[in-house]
């Protein structure tokens, strides 16, 4: 019991510190934070000649300057641009103080197996495998060199499965940014540069967790395969890699600030058991919990939906974007999407509109404080 009650009040911190440190400011992407992953005493993946501290640094650096030369309207923030240690929850800090549009985590992989190769990319979520939970249980062992992490990580124990159900709460407040540029990267990787891609996918990364702001966190590729190992530590090998972050985050900022400049929407929703199109015009936005997507158009009344009320969707670059629900405020949004994600949609998340736009949450409060 005592347990349980520690579970459930880790849970009630962490959704009160997420549902409170939604970011996105503005409709341009002008501030963005990369983090080296480890660094100084923390060494991270080991190969035989090489350490992923020192890779993940040279690969940041390359890419952060690749932004500055050629997208001179984004800030570049580093956690470290040198050889020192840097604990998890702060980098988190440096990008929420920086009012970040993102945060690019980026970290060399290893396994067992010397034949493993390729990169993967992540977004916050609980894992769907054990294979990306332990990607996210060796990254997350980086707190062993931190001090009063018991306390700093509220009870998280990197080993424990059970320690990463709490990240199902909060998983997909930014999930869409976030794979939308990780499926960016991992497309640079392997159709620009000729690189094994694994994918994208989800898992519980303690440097992600307090950022406030969609992130994605890199694995470059294995240090264990000595393939692999020679072309990171290659001057070569980084210079494509970081070349290839750069051109999937340009492309993604291009996007960004064109989608929010003037995507309007044309939104279907349910009356009863007929749909019609309506093109809202209210003064306040309209909060809604976006549940599924889809590349074909599925009716309203698919079984799949039965038992969500108020449902809609609206068409966004050729995908049908599932929605339940009109609030006239944030709270009122959480509270349904609690009940969205325990009807089976996990990666349900709150999405708000403003006459027929999407628009960023923040911009969304702004309209709402100035009504």
């Known amino acids: 019991m005592k347990r349980l009650l520690q579970t459930a009040i880790v849970l009630g911190l962490v959704f009160s510190l997420h549902s409170g440190l939604l970011a996105q400011k503005g409709s341009k992407v002008t501030v963005v934070v990369i983090d080296a992953g480890h660094g100084g005493k923390d060494p991270g993946a080991l190969g035989k000649h090489s350490k ?28 470290r641009k040198t050889d020192r240690f840097v604990a998890l929850y702060k980098r988190a800090e440096i ?17 067992k197996d010397s034949r493993a190769h390729g ?19 060796k990254e997350n062992a980086a707190i062993i060199f931190e001090e009063d992490a018991q306390n700093t990580y509220e009870g998280f124990d990197v080993n424990s499965p059970e320690s990463y159900i709490r990240f199902s709460l909060f998983q997909n407040i930014f999930l869409d940014q976030s794979i939308d540029l990780a499926n960016k990267i991992e497309m640079q990787f392997k159709e620009r540069i000729g690189r094994k ?7 519980g990364f303690l ?36 070349s290839a972050i750069y051109r999937a985050f340009k492309a993604y900022k291009i996007e960004f600030e064109k989608e929010n400049k003037s995507v309007q929407v044309k939104e279907i929703v349910q009356q009863g058991n007929q749909t019609q199109t309506v093109k809202p015009d209210s003064t306040m936005p ?15 009344s698919d079984p799949r939906f039965k038992n969500l009320p108020a449902l809609s969707y609206y068409l966004h670059n050729g995908i049908y974007k599932y929605t339940s629900g009109h609030f006239n405020s944030l709270s009122l949004a959480n509270k349904h999407l609690s009940e969205v994600r325990s009807k089976g949609f996990s990666d349900a998340f709150v999405v708000a509109f403003h006459r027929g736009r999407r628009i ?12």
């Open 52 to 79: 992923e501290k020192n890779i993940a640094l040279a690969v940041a650096l390359k890419t952060g300057a690749y932004i500055e030369k050629y997208l001179p309207d984004v800030k570049v923030i580093y956690t």
């Open 95 to 111: 990008a929420n103080k920086a009012n970040a549009y993102f945060f690019i985590s980026i970290h060399c992989n290893s396994n």
């Open 119 to 137: 990169s993967e990319t992540y977004a916050m979520g609980l894992h769907k495998s054990n294979a990306n939970l332990n990607v996210a249980m």
């Open 197 to 203: 891609s694994r994918g994208v996918h989800q898992a």
């Open 207 to 242: 440097v992600l967790w307090r950022t406030a702001m969609p992130g994605i966190l890199i694995e470059l590729g294995f240090l264990s395969n000595p393939s692999e190992e020679r072309f990171l530590m290659s001057e070569k090998g980084q210079v494509f890699m970081a």
């Open 286 to 300: 309209d909060y809604r919990v976006q549940f599924y997507t889809s590349p074909m158009q599925l009716v309203l």
């Open 360 to 371: 960023t949450l923040s911009q969304a409060r702004e309209i709402g404080n100035r009504n």
